[in-house]
């Protein structure tokens, strides 16, 4: 009995993380931001349009906020001046930006 009530409170200790992780949106996220970036950089490589592009990000990100840091990422990898980049490539770079602005950003 005693080893059913730990392995109760462990799952329940490490799923509070896991809720809270949830809730919070990729667009505040410079790491997330990346990982956003070398996903549509690979579309983009495997000849996915950008309305493909924008149709399968809204399968999958149904925040309002993340939907827009999204499409804001798929809207600069598909601009007809924005250079190809492998996905590591964009990885780094949006990372690079988002952490940029996050320093330049006045804190609260």
């Excluded at 493909?52 to 809207?75: C, F, P």
């Amino acid at each position: 009995m005693k080893r059913v009530v730990v392995a109760a409170l462990l799952a329940v200790c490490l799923a509070q993380p896991a809720v809270r992780a949830v809730a919070q949106t990729v667009s505040d996220q410079c790491f997330a931001i990346g990982d956003i970036a070398a996903q549509v950089a690979s579309w983009r490589a495997h000849k996915k349009t950008r309305t493909q592009a924008l149709d399968q990000a809204a399968s999958y990100y149904k925040d309002a906020a993340d939907r827009q840091a999204v499409n804001a990422i798929i809207e600069k990898i598909y601009s007809p001046d924005a250079p190809h980049m492998t996905p590591d490539q964009a990885s780094m770079a949006f990372t690079s930006d988002c952490v940029k602005h996050k320093a330049q950003a006045p804190t609260q």
